[in-house]
């Protein structure tokens, strides 16, 4: 399967998980919002251009967007982690190392600890932008704090779940 399809297939896949299983959910909802559905960016492969990753973030934010209808309310937070996605692969990745070996991002890829801090820092990111965002219409900044590290906490404990319980095909880069 080319990685186009690939991707495709995962965009529609994280958009209907995010819409028909975790947003309906009544009693976390309140406060805790499990969101999975930027771990499309953070899994596109390492050698997508900056351009293409905003285009691809801007899709899925507004995918999400058109189901929840919230015109923009996704879209901002998933065009700024693909804005840094590049910059913190930089920083996490040695300049022969994992980018090198491996198409996208992963456990596997990037070993352990960096791969949770890639993972972390893009879900704050995320997480911040939207809640700040949602924050200027309702306000409380205990309530966006608050809301912030608990909905952080449970989107990451997710991923690793995904993770682990679905680990990924990993392809070495070849010249062919």
Request: glycine share 6%; net charge positive; with cysteine.
């Amino acid at each position: 399967m080319s990685d186009l399809l690939k991707n495709i297939g995962r965009l529609i896949l994280f958009i209907l998980v995010q819409v028909f299983v975790l947003n309906p959910i009544p009693p976390v909802h309140a406060f805790v919002v499990p969101y999975i559905y930027y771990l499309f960016i953070l899994w596109l492969p390492f050698g997508t251009n900056r351009f293409l990753l905003m285009i691809a973030g801007f899709t899925c934010g507004i995918s999400l967007d058109y189901f929840m209808k919230t015109p923009g309310l996704h879209a901002a937070p998933c065009v700024l982690i693909a804005y840094f996605r590049p910059f913190l692969i930089n920083i996490l990745v040695p300049q022969q190392g994992a980018e090198m070996n491996y198409k996208e991002p992963s456990i596997k890829s990037l070993g352990l600890a960096p791969y949770l801090t890639y993972v972390l820092v893009l879900t704050l990111m995320h997480h911040f932008c939207l809640f700040l965002l949602q924050a200027l219409q309702f306000g409380g900044i205990v309530y966006f704090i608050g809301k912030l590290l608990v909905s952080t906490a449970i989107s990451l404990v997710l991923i690793t779940i995904l993770e682990l319980f679905f680990p990924r095909k990993q392809k070495f880069i070849t010249n062919t």
